[in-house]
Every structure is written in C-alpha cells, then in structure tokens.
T-cell receptor
C-alpha cells in the first residue's frame, strides 16, 4: 500500500524567510496530493492541493510542486509570518473517491516562525 | 455551511466507562472518516463509511471500539470499556470527491 514520508519533522525559520517541506510517496497510482495545516487545538485544515495532471500550483504565499517521476511533492511558503506557525501534513491518495481514495498522511512538520 | 461538527470537544472519563463521540458531516458529503491522533502514532484512520455503510474498519484497534452511521447526517464512535491508552484526539472528517474536511476534534482523556 501507499507510504508517505515527510521531512523535516521540525522547521524553524525567521519571519519573512521561506519554508519548504518535502514529501515522498510510494504508490505510483496516487494522483491527489493535499496539504493540511493544523493549529494548536484545532483540526487539520486543507490549505492547498494538487492533482497529478499539473506540476505546480500557487495560492498567494503558498505553492505546491509535484514530481511524479521521482514521486515527491513539496510545500513552499514564502514571506513567512508568525501566524504560519503550525503543524503541516502532506497526504496522498488515488483520488478515485472509493476506498483507494483514502488519504495516507505523512507524520507532520512542526513549523515555527520567529518574529 | 458550518463544516464538520463534533461533540463533545473535551471528554474526561474514568477507566472502564463508556465513551460516545458524535459527528455531523457536511451536508451532501457521502463519505465519513474517524481518525485518532496521538503524538506517538500521528493521524490514524480508524474506520471509513461510504453512503452510511462501513467500508473499512481495519484501523479499529480492538473490539472495544465500535462506530455507527444511522443516517447521512450523524455518526458515533463508541469506546466500551475505555482505557487510559485510548486518550487521544479523535477527529471526524467528511469527503466530497477527493477532498476531506476535518472537524475540530474531541480530546479524550481516560484516567
């Protein structure tokens, strides 16, 4: 089955710097890759997702890139702000809406943005 | 839409007691998931329903755990009897096509 590895487990950056979180997956049939942000005491919130028919997607300060050949995808946050501090999870699925479409999550990255 | 609703938000109980967690999915979503989150094990999928029918319960840790979805707008996760190692945050999520939306979670503490 699918296995998702996420690195680093912790990341500390200075406000205004960029942050990059990387994930690899094992199932070549996976075609849907969401990223979730979890703030303390809250549930994971979807922040951006990408499907295998595109290589990059941007939404203001966040972007996700996908390399299907290498089976890895990354989250990029530019101009980081203290409110970006949270735990970020990547996930992968086959995106078919059935049981094969269940998300497999990475272990998470705790991002700290220092003012 | 109010999003996925879970209750209670916090539950403290004593070992051996029955615990029932509740979830109301987003209207129109046909899939519902129960997850457990701990520091040691991260996010674990416990059980998944599609159109109110349990599809995969391989993540349910023991027979002490059971889940039901009597209709499209309500699901419960029950632990009976509860044990200290069940202490965790339990999330419910519902899905439309590919995207899962999580509720705020129930923080369970079993003393």
């Amino acid at each position: 089955g699918e296995n998702v590895e996420q690195h680093p487990s912790t990341l500390s950056v200075q406000e205004g710097d960029s942050a990059v979180i990387k994930c690899t997956y094992s199932d070549s049939a996976s075609n849907y890759f969401p990223w979730y942000k979890q703030e303390l005491g809250k549930g994971p919130q979807l922040i951006i997702d990408i499907r295998s028919n595109v290589g990059e997607k941007k939404d203001q300060r966040i972007a996700v890139t996908l390399n299907k050949t290498a089976k890895h995808f990354s989250l990029h946050i530019t101009e980081t702000q203290p409110e970006d501090s949270a735990v970020y999870f990547c996930a992968a699925s086959r995106g078919d809406g059935g049981s094969q479409g269940n998300l497999i999550f990475g272990k998470g990255t705790k991002l700290s943005v220092k003012p | 839409d109010a999003g996925v609703i879970q209750s209670p938000r916090h539950e403290v109980t004593e070992m051996g007691q029955e615990v029932t967690l509740r979830c109301k999915p987003i209207s129109g979503h046909n899939s519902l998931f129960w997850y457990r989150q701990t520091m040691m094990r991260g996010l674990e999928l416990l059980i998944y329903f599609n159109n109110n029918v349990p599809i995969d319960d391989s993540g349910m840790p023991e027979d002490r755990f059971s889940a039901k979805m009597p209709n499209a707008s309500f699901s419960t996760l029950k632990i009976q009897p509860s044990e200290p190692r069940d202490s965790a945050v339990y999330f419910c999520a519902s899905r439309s096509t590919d995207t899962q939306y999580f509720g705020p979670g129930t923080r369970l503490t079993v003393l």
